[in-house]
């Protein structure tokens, strides 16, 4: 689900553990067991809600160099949020990316950096690296955000917006 709240906004991606936490008594619901709730605050910080540890992104942009920037990274454990309802949970013991995701899990700390981290650096920033490169070529006129991509077209946009610009264009399809 994506909600804007003005240049801010939200995002929460589903676990496939949300199957079975449906048939939990509601009481005992707990969202970011079920997935990751991410909400951005214009214009540099990004709050991550998931399996009771909250990370904070915040994104600076480099003054001498267009195109780069410096990332900082804070994680906290939140155990005591929704752990007097939480059932038994699968324990990860450093198998991350073996989990049946059908289970509820039971993050640790180290676990959390080792997620964020790693989808950060082997994701996020190599597409963003490879992305801008591209931009620097100049050999390319525009970006295509596919319609899977609300955050990204909320983000430029409130940029833009931040700017005096209009939204991005949108591209219509036959």
């Known amino acids: 689900e994506f909600i804007e709240h003005g240049r801010n906004h939200q995002l929460m991606l589903a676990s496939r553990y949300t199957d079975h936490m449906r048939e939990l008594p509601e009481e005992q619901w707990n969202l970011t067991d079920a997935g990751i709730v991410v909400n951005y605050l214009f214009p540099n910080v990004q709050l991550v809600l998931f399996n009771r540890i909250i990370t904070v992104v915040r994104i600076y942009p ?55 981290n790693s989808t950060l650096e082997k994701e996020d920033y190599h597409m963003g690296t ?38 991005l264009e949108k591209l219509q399809t036959a």
């Open 62 to 116: 480099n003054r001498g160099e267009v195109g780069r920037c410096l990332t900082r990274i804070s994680h906290y454990s939140a155990q005591h949020i929704g752990a007097e309802t939480a059932e038994e949970a699968q324990q990860l013991d450093g198998k991350l990316y073996e989990a049946d995701m059908s289970q509820r899990l039971e993050f640790d700390l180290d676990t959390q950096m080792e997620l964020i």
């Open 130 to 167: 490879k992305s801008q490169e591209a931009a620097a070529s100049g050999k390319m006129e525009y970006f295509v955000f596919g319609r899977n991509e609300p955050a990204l077209h909320h983000f430029h946009d409130a940029y833009r917006d931040a700017l005096g610009m209009p939204p």
